[in-house]
């Protein structure tokens, strides 16, 4: 099973990017999927999940209004729009793969089973 990070991208401050997730050897159609960011130095943090069926998302209130997680289970793949981008939104972004629904909070991080390796996102103001 491996999880693979795309979109890596430097852009200014209100500007936008979108990063993909594929899963190969590993069926996402049943697993809740999760993105999350780490800067240096700091913790792991959610930035937002979907649920399985991609009727239920969740977002870090940092990111509320301007990232929209989204998921194509054919495809084996989950998206995160980023929007409005901000200086503090640099960071590794990692995807991340629950076994079943998503777990309670969504951002526990020791609740995601499988990651890929992240994409780096850089802002400047």
């Known amino acids: 099973a491996q999880l693979v990070e795309s979109g890596e991208g430097s852009v200014q401050a209100g500007g936008s990017l979108r990063l993909s997730c594929v899963s190969s050897?590993?069926?996402?159609?049943?697993?809740?999927m999760g993105w999350f960011r780490q800067t240096p130095g700091k913790e792991r943090d959610g930035v937002a999940a979907?649920?399985?069926?991609?009727?239920?998302?969740y977002y870090a209130d940092s990111v509320k209004g301007r990232f929209t997680i989204s998921r194509d289970n054919v495809k084996n793949s989950v998206y995160l729009q980023m929007n409005s981008l901000k200086p503090e939104d640099t960071a590794m972004y990692y995807c991340?793969?629950?076994?079943?629904?998503?777990?309670?909070?969504?951002?526990?991080?020791?609740?995601?089973?499988?990651w890929g390796r992240g994409t780096q996102v850089t802002v400047s103001s």
């Open positions: 979907i649920s399985p069926d991609g009727s239920i998302t």
């Open positions: 991340a793969s629950d076994l079943a629904s998503c777990p309670r909070p969504w951002s526990l991080k020791q609740a995601y089973a499988y």
């Open positions: 050897g590993l069926p996402i159609s049943d697993r809740c």
